[in-house]
């Protein structure tokens, strides 16, 4: 396996900081209209939602330490890649059921966004970048002239990922207005 080069790594994994960072500020802002999310998967019996929903924002923060920290960056983007898993799992299960109308309750009450294929296609990406976070990194020194590419591509992904969760929550709409404007083909002429 070929190693990483470390400016690669250090943009991998401040990006995946800074997305699970949003989401556990999205879900701690109003923990109990995410525990009701939680609930709405139908996977866990009622009495541990809001346990289960504390749980996974604890883990959010906890992947925020470690992914930013040289000695545990690996493991927690093995962490970040479970926690994905678990995610896109609980989407694909619901979507399966034919349940898209509940909120993912990933971007918090602000934002409702509701299941579909987008949400694991996200997921899946940032999957990916938790591998390369995982892959051993070159032995290089760091310089100066690395802090661009690293600050760089860590915005680039995080700003991508935002944009991903306002085109998921957006997407009922636009099929709406899409559904609206063909339905009245005179009001175009």
């Given amino acids: 396996m070929s190693a990483l080069d470390p400016a690669a790594a250090w ?6 900081a800074l997305v699970f960072a949003q989401a556990a500020w999205h879900k701690l802002r109003d923990l109990r209209a995410f525990a009701a999310a939680t609930l709405a998967y139908e996977l866990i019996p009622a009495s541990l939602a809001p346990l289960a929903a504390t749980q996974l ?5 906890l992947l925020v330490g470690t992914l930013v920290l040289p000695e545990t960056r690996a493991g927690a983007a093995l962490g970040a890649l479970a926690l994905l898993t678990l995610y896109s799992g609980a989407i694909g299960v619901n ?9 993912c309750g990933c971007t918090g009450p602000a934002l409702r966004t509701p299941l579909s294929g987008a949400l694991l296609a996200r997921n899946a990406a940032l999957a990916a970048l938790a591998l390369c976070g995982a892959l051993p990194v ?3 020194a760091l310089g100066f002239a690395d802090a661009l590419p690293i600050g760089g ?4 992904v995080f700003a991508l990922c935002l944009a991903a969760n306002q085109l998921a929550a957006n ?3 636009s099929r709406a ?3 609206r404007t063909r339905r009245r083909p005179e009001a175009r002429a």
């Fill in 11 to 16: 943009a991998a994994s401040l990006a995946l």
């Fill in 57 to 61: 924002i604890v883990a959010e923060l």
């Fill in 95 to 103: 979507l399966a059921r034919g349940r898209r109308d509940i909120d």
């Fill in 138 to 140: 070159a032995p290089r």
């Fill in 153 to 156: 591509g860590t915005l680039a």
């Fill in 171 to 173: 997407a009922p709409a």
């Fill in 177 to 179: 207005l899409r559904a």
